[in-house]
């Protein structure tokens, strides 16, 4: 059994309440979200899934884009689109990736930056 002094106490400081007969978890009055979550879950899925299959190419376990589309139950076309997003400039994908903060452009465009060498990508995707 734990001792008593061996238990670590997590308190997290929330309110349940009733919202159309079912609970739901409310925060703090004084909480305020942080930057962290400004950061559209689209670009952040969009990225990741682009580099998922590039590794999966650089791997071999998939050979081909038509490969890939086949497995995911989408068009070449639009594998061969996203893919790019995995050769962003190390920059722009920290700034999306880790620092959370959100482009200026839409992914479309986004795609378009990635034919810009690595040094001015960060301009247009951010101003």
């Known amino acids: 059994m734990t001792e008593d002094h061996d238990t670590i106490r997590v308190l997290i400081p929330l309110k349940v309440r009733k919202k159309n007969g079912r609970p739901k ?23 990741g899934r682009a580099w998922g299959w590039r590794r999966r190419l650089e791997t071999g376990s998939a050979s081909t884009i038509q490969d ?32 959370r903060q959100p482009p200026a452009i839409s992914i479309n465009d986004l795609m378009a930056v990635t034919e ?10 951010f101003e």
């Open 25 to 47: 978890i409310m925060p703090p009055a004084d909480y305020r979200p942080s930057e962290d979550q400004s950061q559209s879950p689209h670009v952040l899925r969009a990225i």
């Open 68 to 99: 890939i589309a086949a497995t995911e139950k989408v068009s070449d076309r639009f594998v061969g689109r996203m893919i790019r997003l995995a050769y962003l400039s190390p920059s722009v994908l920290e700034t999306l990736v880790i620092t």
């Open 116 to 125: 810009l060498p690595w040094e001015e990508q960060m301009d247009p995707v």
